[in-house]
């Protein structure tokens, strides 16, 4: 079978593509034919060298799915010819997060998904939704995992509540479809028009040009009427100053990544004043994402893709995130 895996070089990895023996399964195991993986703004720093030498010689992307094609000795969770997908961490199941847990995350810790097969133990599968290509179930593990955990999971969304999701990458717009489909109100922000316009056509009408609108966050409490909204799903890093002025007194930010920057400059009175509630959300649980699959296949949610490239391809999949051209998930097929 064939494998990419990361190679040392200076500044950071190479991709090499490598022909390796098939992997067969282990007791509790099951062998995982993958037919797509998306990429995640995580495996694009790794590439890049910025999560150290822990990347080295790993095959790299956590997010996979697939068809089972074996299974080990024991394995019940799973049979030949369901379709699966591989979660984040592949040793945090159901409760809190662990050290353990943090330390079994595929495409870093462990080998990755952007391989023709990958052995998985069965606790770190779970079924894809029915309505789902493997293109779109490639999709979840971390993004969609992720923003299900940041409103659900931590910050209790309910109907009625406002969500402002920043940019238009694979959370935010995830995060977007999830509070939609929750009754809550989106309001989303870009700094292009085209990204803007294509947010209208799939009905996020709130939406604020932080380019043309450099005091995004005052274009946002005027949106609520002075209020500010409910949940913030933060991934800018260095946009959280305005994040927390955009906040209504009691919400929720939900800290997820620092794709802007990581030199954050806030001050931390402010979350005191408005009774702010903070969290750091590092994807979720085996447990999150099953409960999330039940959500999506309730309300028929489909992942939005704007990058597909062949197996071959992965190195300008990988150009086309960095460049910042992509709108949701970029997927590579394999």
């Known amino acids: 079978m064939r494998a990419y895996r990361l190679t040392a070089v200076t500044g950071g990895f190479r991709l090499d593509l490598r022909h390796e023996p098939a992997p067969q399964p282990e007791p509790g195991q099951a ?35 697939g068809d089972v094609v ?21 040793r945090w199941i159901s409760g809190p997060p662990t050290p353990d847990g943090n330390r079994s995350a595929l495409g870093g810790d462990l080998d990755g998904m952007l391989a023709e097969q990958v052995a998985l133990s069965e606790h770190g599968l779970v079924k894809a939704p029915d309505h789902l290509s493997f293109e779109e179930a490639a ?37 977007a479809q ?9 309001i989303a922000t870009s700094g292009a028009a085209a990204k803007i ?15 043309d609108t450099p005091d995004w966050d005052k274009a946002v409490k005027s949106m609520t009427a002075g209020r ?21 007194v009691g919400g929720h930010i939900a800290q997820i990544g620092v794709v802007a920057g990581r030199d954050l400059g806030m001050n931390p009175f402010s979350i005191v004043l408005k009774n702010l509630t903070m969290s750091g959300i590092y ?32 190195g300008a999949a ?16 394999i």
């Open 31 to 65: 062998v995982v034919r993958i037919r797509a993986v998306s990429l995640n703004y995580r495996d694009l720093v790794m590439r890049q060298g910025q999560y150290g030498g822990a990347a080295a010689n790993k095959i790299p992307c956590s997010d996979g799915a």
């Open 70 to 90: 074996a299974v080990g000795d024991g394995v019940t969770r799973v049979k030949v010819g369901d379709r699966v997908a591989g979660i984040f961490m592949q």
């Open 139 to 175: 999709t979840l593990p971390c993004a969609a995992v992720t923003a299900w955990h940041a409103l659900v999971e931590r910050g209790k969304l309910v109907a009625g509540q406002t969500v402002l999701v920043l940019g238009t990458g694979g959370v935010s717009m995830f995060a």
């Open 228 to 248: 500010g909204v409910d949940h913030v799903v933060e991934v800018g890093g260095n946009t959280i100053e305005k994040s927390l002025k955009s906040a209504a």
């Open 318 to 333: 990988f150009a086309h995130m960095e460049a910042a051209k992509h709108f949701g998930k970029i997927v590579i097929r």
């Open 178 to 186: 999830i509070a939609r489909a929750a009754g809550a109100r989106v």
């Open 283 to 314: 994807v979720g649980s085996r447990e999150h994402f099953e409960r999330m699959n039940s959500f999506f296949t309730l309300h028929r949610i489909h992942p939005v893709i704007s990058g597909n490239f062949g197996f071959e391809e992965a």
């Open 197 to 211: 316009a294509r947010l209208r056509d799939l009905g996020f009408t709130d939406t604020v040009n932080y380019n």
